[in-house]
């Protein structure tokens, strides 16, 4: 079983960049594809991104494609989301889940274990 950690977020600037890391315990990580989701007050929990386990094919929402990198160090046991450019409506809680699946997917249940999230919060 995969416990997945968030960490990075903050208060930035619209157009500024942060990097989010997820440092997951668990032997069964390099097996597993991972996920970023977002939930903004007032709505859904929506998916991110996704790498799969090897880290060599990845999935993005269209509202984040260009802008947000999902990438992952298997020896680390850690996934990371660089996010660029970003917009007040990126501003979400950020969640990272591990995946019962080695391909990347964006359904929410195709994750089994989720972190506690940390805060993003970008100003105008």
């Known amino acids: 079983q995969v416990h997945p950690v968030e960490s990075g977020g903050g208060l930035v600037q619209a157009g500024g960049s942060l990097r989010l890391s997820c440092a997951a315990s668990?032997?069964?990580?390099?097996?597993?594809?991972m996920g970023w989701f977002r939930q903004a007050p007032g709505k859904e929990r929506e998916f991110v991104a996704a790498?799969?386990?090897?880290?060599?094919?990845?999935l993005y929402a269209d509202s984040v494609k260009g802008r947000f990198t999902i990438s992952r160090d298997n020896a680390k046991n850690t996934v990371y989301l660089q996010m660029n450019s970003l917009k007040p409506e990126d501003t979400a809680v950020y969640y990272c889940?591990?995946?019962?699946?080695?391909?990347?997917?964006?359904?929410?249940?195709?994750?089994?274990?989720w972190g506690q999230g940390t805060q993003v919060t970008v100003s105008s």
């Open positions: 790498i799969s386990r090897s880290g060599r094919s990845t």
């Open positions: 668990g032997r069964t990580f390099s097996s597993i594809a």
């Open positions: 889940a591990a995946a019962t699946v080695s391909f990347p997917t964006p359904r929410v249940a195709d994750f089994g274990a």
